[in-house]
Each structure stands twice: as structure tokens, then as C-alpha cells.
């Protein structure tokens, strides 16, 4: 690639899902640029977690195209989305409970195309454990560890891939504060490290904010915001969807 060539992408370009006549997504746009994170955020409901399902083959849409590099792979299955490079989290965690945690990111490792086999797989699922912090519990079992362990150990799993783009389904969930600012620092440390694409799904709109380069909101399946963390902060329809019509607006007729 050229000095001026742009950085790999991946794209929704006007995706739409219905459910038995429910719009679930309608005509919504969004980038994520290798090197980059941007937050996809919403009240419940707005499609978020759909979005993601297109984004990583778990749902084929019904309107509009994925892009991965500039190539259609709109309806791909989600073994062929891995193996190209895109690697996900889920909102309800999926590890397996009898495998240890090293054993759990190995099985990511499996996944890359290079299929690490033996002790060259083991050897980079505990590299990945160094990086994410997890060594110290390689050998615990996935069901033997705290919430907010478990879900690092699901984003050390989707790196066993060496992706290009990683999808975090609501990282921090039911995390505490200082849990949170230590996933953000991973997050932040992950990117810079690998120079991935970054898409974190979350209703933390405190690691949001201070997270991702740009943020896009949907409510109730479109796209209604997008844009800088302040810009997305200050936007009147943001506003309303969060707080309601009456509170969004006494709050910003207030000095």
C-alpha cells in the first residue's frame, strides 16, 4: 500500500434488517478506518447489537452492503468475516466454562489462517495473556473467574485471531469505574499495539467519551447522530433520545 493510499476500512453502507415486518436497521452508515475506535451508542433497542451481528456475519441484511477493504462481503457467514480479519465480543459473555483461560484463547489463536498448531499455538495465546494482563490466570477455569475478568478474557480471545477490525459488544458491562478506565487503557494500548479497528458498542458513555475518535448514535434503527465525542454531546436529538423531549429541552434552555 502507497504512503497515500487510505487504511483499510470496514463498512456498512445504508444497512436496513427487518424482522417480520419490524424495521430493526434502516439506511444506516458507518466507517471504521484501520488505526481507528468509534463508539456506536444508543438507548435500548436502537439497533446497536444488530449492527454489530451485520458487521461480523452473525446477520445477513436485508437492504444496503458490508465492505471489508473495499471488497462486498455483504451475507458472508461469520467463519469467513474471522478469517478475513473481523473478530468480535458478544454483550452475553461466551466463554467456555470448563476450558481454562488459556485453553479459551487458544481456541481464537485456531482461528488465525496461519493455524497455529501445538506448542506454537500455546506459546501465542500466552503471549496475547502477557498483553492483556490475564497471565496470572491462564490456568483458572472460564466459569471459576470474576465478571469483570471474564469479559477480558473474551477480547483476549477475539485478538487470538490476529484481526484487523475488533467488534466489542458492550465491554463494560457491569464493570465498576476504576474496571472501566483499566478497559480503556487495554482498548486504547490494543489499537496502538496492533493498529486496529476499533468498534465499541456500550452504554458507558463515560469510556465513550473519552475512548473514541468519533461516535455514532442510532435510536430505534436510525442513524441519528454522528461525529466527535463533544459534537455527539451537544446534539439536540442526542439529547431527546437519552433524556426524553421535555428534559433535553429544559436542559439546553438552561444557563
Not at 89 to 105: A, D, K, P, S, Y
Request: net charge neutral; charged share 25%.
Amino acid at each position: 500500500m502507497s504512503e497515500s493510499a487510505a487504511p483499510p476500512a470496514l463498512r456498512a453502507d445504508s444497512i436496513g434488517v427487518s424482522f417480520a415486518g419490524l424495521r430493526a436497521l434502516d439506511s444506516v452508515d458507518l466507517t471504521v478506518t484501520r488505526g481507528s475506535i468509534v463508539g456506536l451508542i444508543g438507548p435500548n433497542g436502537s439497533g446497536k447489537t444488530t449492527l454489530l451481528n451485520v458487521l461480523s456475519g452473525v446477520l445477513a441484511p436485508t437492504q444496503g452492503r458490508v465492505l471489508l477493504a473495499d471488497r462486498d462481503v455483504t451475507g458472508w457467514p461469520a467463519h469467513r468475516f474471522a478469517e478475513a480479519g473481523v473478530a468480535r465480543t458478544f454483550q452475553n459473555i461466551r466463554l467456555f466454562g470448563q476450558l481454562t483461560v488459556l485453553e479459551n484463547v487458544e481456541v481464537g489463536a485456531a482461528l488465525n489462517p496461519a493455524h497455529w498448531r501445538g506448542s506454537a499455538l500455546r506459546a501465542a495465546a500466552r503471549a496475547i495473556l502477557a498483553e492483556t494482563g490475564l497471565l496470572e490466570v491462564a490456568d483458572r477455569r472460564g466459569n471459576a473467574l470474576p465478571y469483570g475478568t471474564r469479559r477480558r478474557v473474551e477480547i483476549a480471545r477475539a485478538l487470538g485471531a490476529k484481526p484487523t477490525f475488533l467488534l466489542l459488544d458492550e465491554p463494560a458491562a457491569g464493570t465498576n469505574e476504576a474496571e472501566s478506565d483499566e478497559l480503556r487503557e487495554l482498548i486504547a494500548a490494543l489499537r496502538r499495539k496492533y493498529d486496529l479497528g476499533i468498534l465499541v458498542v456500550e452504554h458507558d458513555l463515560r469510556l465513550i467519551l473519552r475512548l473514541a475518535d468519533r461516535i455514532t448514535v442510532l435510536n430505534e434503527g436510525r442513524q441519528i447522530a454522528s461525529g466527535s465525542g463533544q459534537e455527539v454531546s451537544e446534539d439536540a436529538a442526542v439529547r431527546e433520545a437519552y433524556l426524553g423531549r421535555r428534559e433535553a429541552a429544559e436542559e439546553l434552555v438552561s444557563p
